[in-house]
């Protein structure tokens, strides 16, 4: 089995986290702005392309599990328990909490784990007013998410995978249990009424790949660009019409109705077709994609620097950057800049990262 990344996958990912990161720095001042009305999708696109490489048959559930909660466990807890100890000391050092507080802080998120009003409504736990400035924990949330459809995803994919129309069906029976349980505004600790939600489109993700959907053999040429074209069209009309929100994810049930989710759903599936086969004939045709690749390949370490050194900026000015409402001149502008200091350092880590490996290599070499 060849390592060689797909350059497209990478590019559809590099886009995602952007868009990820500019909704967090920038939309929030403006709400009606078009990041808002795209976000969904663009979370959407991390967990169909975490089933898109899924292979069948090829490890045992115990391996498949082991490797997962290596990816995505590991992470959660690392970059959490870091924030949380770097906070924890800044906070106290200032006396703006008690080291009791910081440990307060630290139950919490060992038994909410992440940003789960169901968590705080049914133990009384003011997880997130009480950390103050924690919002990074919360914000790991996607992780874990992954990991528990993971989970489901392993159990159900080789048996469904097998039928084109077995895939199809359980993935909307899938969005349906989630839509049953938005309707009935069931909220279960960690988000478990969510699962069915983000494993539909990890199994989506898994049907892309097995049966070629972004390479079809009928659809080549001038077909495929119109065809996608279609898709990015009629996906970018469907967000612009319905309600923005992103915290469905999070099982916020009182902030959008199940019409929305599926509007969701249908807007996010085509314009992850329609993008996806237009950045594969752009790695086909050899256009350099490079930086675009490479920030997707590292998303998740784009996504830690944009929220360390957001944190990082309003501990030293006062300000805080994300989420900050209603608008201010001042916002968008550090927002801004927070943004090329983000993409500098994950340049320069690059960078480094490559004049180390040649050494490596030449060292070995000789």
Not at 91 to 105: F, G, P, R, S
Not at 174 to 181: K, M, P
Not at 263 to 291: D, H, N, P, Q, W
Request: charged content about 15%; overall charge positive; proline content about 3%.
């Amino acid at each position: 089995m060849s390592d060689k990344r797909i350059k497209y996958a990478d590019m559809m990912k590099g886009i995602a986290i952007l868009i990820v990161v500019i909704y967090h720095l920038i939309a929030p001042c403006t709400f009606k702005t078009i990041i808002n009305h795209i976000m969904p999708a663009s979370l959407i696109i991390f967990f169909f392309y975490a089933g898109f490489f899924y292979k069948p048959h090829t490890k045992t559930f115990g391996e498949r599990l082991k490797a997962r909660a290596k990816a995505l466990l590991v992470p959660f807890f690392k970059f959490s328990l870091m924030f949380w100890l770097i906070g924890s000391v800044v906070l106290v050092i200032k006396k703006e909490e008690t080291i009791q507080e910081a440990l307060y802080i630290l139950r919490n998120f060992f038994i909410g784990s992440i940003w789960n009003r169901s968590i705080q409504n049914w133990f009384g736990w003011e997880y997130y007013n009480m950390g103050k400035r924690y919002f990074f924990l919360a914000d790991f949330w996607f992780l874990l998410a992954l990991m528990l459809a993971s989970i489901l995803f392993f159990i159900i994919a080789d048996y469904v995978l097998k039928s084109k129309a077995k895939t199809i069906i359980t993935a909307v029976l899938l969005f349906a249990v989630t839509g049953v349980l938005r309707g009935f505004a069931i909220s279960l600790p960690y988000n478990l009424q969510l699962i069915p939600f983000w494993t539909g489109f990890l199994l989506l993700g898994a049907f892309a790949n097995q049966y070629s959907l972004f390479d079809h053999p009928k659809l080549k040429g001038r077909r495929e660009i119109v065809l996608s074209i279609v898709c990015i069209v009629c996906g970018a009309l469907i967000c612009a019409f319905h309600k923005p929100d992103v915290n469905m994810f999070r099982g916020s049930f009182n902030q959008i109705e199940v019409v929305s989710m599926i509007l969701t759903t249908v807007s996010s599936l085509l314009l992850i077709y329609g993008v996806s086969v237009l950045f594969k004939r752009i790695e086909v045709a050899g256009v350099r994609v490079k930086e675009l690749s490479w920030l997707g390949a590292h998303s998740l370490t784009f996504y830690l620097y944009h929220m360390f050194i957001a944190w990082i900026i309003c501990q030293i000015t006062g300000f805080s950057i994300i989420y900050k409402e209603p608008i201010e001149p001042k916002t968008v502008v550090y927002s801004f800049i927070l943004m090329a200091v983000c993409l500098i350092i994950c340049i320069l880590r690059a960078v480094i990262a490559d004049k180390i490996s040649k050494k490596i290599a030449e060292r070995k070499g000789t």
